[in-house]
């Protein structure tokens, strides 16, 4: 529940451009400020487990369009999200595209030259999974010259990130120290899933939540 509202905090934020249109001064203009809503945005989502579900039913009653791609090519579990078949189909139209797939061989820099030379200019990255999804050298190429407008990374590769790193200082990344989990009451959600799957693994039945069913 916390890493899905974080997503969509992150995309909100990205929307109406905060806290750059923040004032700390009376301004030249009042009741006006350059902004885009999530209505009519299309959030991708890279990976398609319980977090990205949940992120996709919100963004829906937000009124917002959701591509979603996961590893296998099972339909869609929510009602109104449009399956992908491949990376580059589910960058094209993106306005914000989501990393909540694992780490894998296959998953590796998945963000990649290539992949973004398939966007949208002014794409609004936000990685919740893992820092090895993205090639942060490419990345940050992409941040300078505006293909990406900005990156929400609550994941770094490496991590913890060592003093001094680009990724600290870049005025379009906006970074979290692994945290997007974090919320009242903590962990409980975690240890409701590990007490239901050792209740399955004792009686033979299947695991739930398993890694690779999200992607």
């Not at 002014?122 to 893992?130: D, E, F, K, P, Y």
Request: aromatic content about 8%; proline content about 8%; some cysteine.
């Amino acid at each position: 529940m916390a890493i899905s509202e974080y997503v969509i905090t992150a995309m909100a934020s990205f929307s109406r451009n905060f806290p750059d249109s923040w004032i700390h001064e009376p301004p030249e203009h009042w009741n006006y400020q350059p902004a885009v809503t999530l209505a009519g945005a299309t959030v991708a989502l890279f990976g398609f487990g319980g977090i990205a579900q949940r992120v996709a039913r919100i963004a829906l009653e937000l009124e917002m369009s959701v591509v979603a791609q996961r590893r296998t090519d099972a339909p869609s579990p929510v009602s109104g999200v449009r399956m992908a078949g491949s990376f580059a189909e589910l960058v094209a139209e993106a306005d914000h595209l989501v990393l909540a797939a694992p780490a894998t061989d296959e998953t590796r820099h998945v963000v990649n030259a290539a992949s973004l030379a398939q966007v949208k200019p002014g794409l609004h990255l936000v990685n919740i999974a893992r820092g090895s999804l993205v090639d942060q050298d490419t990345l940050r190429t992409a941040l300078d010259d505006g293909t990406v407008a900005r990156a929400s990374l609550d994941v770094t590769d490496p991590e913890p990130l060592p003093a001094g790193h680009w990724l600290y200082e870049h005025p379009r990344v906006f970074l979290t120290p692994h945290s997007s989990w974090s919320g009242p009451p903590p962990l409980s959600g975690s240890f409701e899933i590990f007490c239901d799957n050792l209740a399955r693994y004792l009686v033979g039945q299947p695991l739930q939540h398993l890694v690779h069913d999200g992607y």
